[in-house]
C-alpha cells in the first residue's frame, strides 16, 4: 500500500558544461554561473551571477567570450537591469549577437 517509489531510470538528464573563463570586452570576469534564456516576448537575454561587482559589465553594450571545454562562444549583448539578491549580484543583458566555434 505505502511501498517505496522506484526511480525512473529512463529520465534523460540534460548534458551541461562547465565553463572555463568568461570575458567581457577582454577583461577576466570571476562568474559563478550564468545562463542563456528567452524573454517573456521571445528575445534570448543572458544572466551572469557574480559575487562582487563587476565594473566591466556597466557598459550599455558588452562583448562576451565564453570557454567551455569544447567550444569558445563569442555573445553581444546590450545591458538591461543589475538585479542585488543575498549574496550576488545578477546582471542581465539582452543579446544581439550570438555564435559558438568548436575548439
Do not use: W
Request: hydrophobic content about 35%.
Amino acid at each position: 500500500m505505502f511501498g517505496i517509489k522506484k526511480k525512473d531510470k529512463k529520465k534523460k538528464k540534460v548534458p551541461t558544461e562547465r565553463f572555463l573563463s568568461l570575458k567581457a570586452n577582454d577583461v577576466q570576469i570571476e562568474a559563478i554561473n550564468f545562463s542563456l534564456t528567452k524573454n517573456k516576448d521571445g528575445t534570448p537575454r543572458l544572466e551572469i551571477r557574480t559575487r562582487n561587482v563587476c565594473e566591466s559589465l556597466h557598459y550599455e553594450h558588452v562583448d562576451f567570450e565564453l570557454k567551455t571545454s569544447q567550444k569558445l562562444i563569442k555573445v553581444g549583448g546590450v545591458f538591461k537591469e543589475a538585479i542585488n539578491e543575498k549574496h550576488f549580484k545578477v546582471y542581465v543583458f539582452d543579446v544581439d549577437d550570438y555564435s559558438q566555434f568548436y575548439i
